[in-house]
């Protein structure tokens, strides 16, 4: 896997007292979420079917970890990340956030990366995938970067930053609206290597 090594039999990550807040609007899915990260030993969590639930909760509760749906009705998991990194208490600002979704363009993929999101993942989900990422963002050192553009784990490859007159986005991604599919989707390996964090060079 592209940047990480691979979850080992012998790792162990004890994930019983760890408090994960689901996040999607399908009930089916939340269910399997929630069947999912039982099996990795999760027996504290929370499940909301919106973006104003899950506000609601993380305005009330304590959470260890967010796994969100992407593309939800209203607001989306993007744009509650971005809600979370800006407008959520301390306790919960800088929790590691996994977006799950079914549509994995380089343009969503961007998206996930741009609004704080620590990885993303592919449906359908692989269970062992969804726990590699959690033991990644578990032993993840990086720093939290917050800046007028961009709240979230530090993901710079270079100190430049982005080129002149551009923000961050590159002009040939397609929209972030669904609709028909105009290029193949990513595989979660193209994922992994465009959501890969680089060691800022000091």
Known sequence: MAGRPPLLAGDKLNLEKVSCLLVDDSQQCLDILGTVCTG???????????????KQALS?????LMLTDANMPGENGYQLIEWLRR???????Y???IIVTGHTRV????????????????KPIV????????FW??????AFIECASYIGPDRRFKREGPPPGMRGRRAEDLPIEVGEARQPNMSQDDINLLMKP???RM
Do not use: M
Not at 40 to 54: I, M, P, V
Not at 87 to 93: G, I, K, L, M
Not at 127 to 134: A, N
């Open 40 to 54: 990795f030993g999760l027996r504290n969590f929370t499940k909301c079917q919106s973006a104003d639930e899950a």
């Open 107 to 122: 343009s969503q993929i961007a998206r996930a990366r741009d609004c704080g999101a620590h990885f993303i993942v592919a």
């Open 137 to 142: 963002v578990a032993k993840d050192e990086r």
């Open 127 to 134: 269970p062992k995938t969804i726990l590699e990422r959690i």
């Open 95 to 97: 929790i590691p956030v």
């Open 87 to 93: 407008h959520a208490s301390e306790t919960n600002r």
């Open 198 to 200: 680089s060691k800022v």
């Open 60 to 64: 009330n509760s304590a959470f260890d």
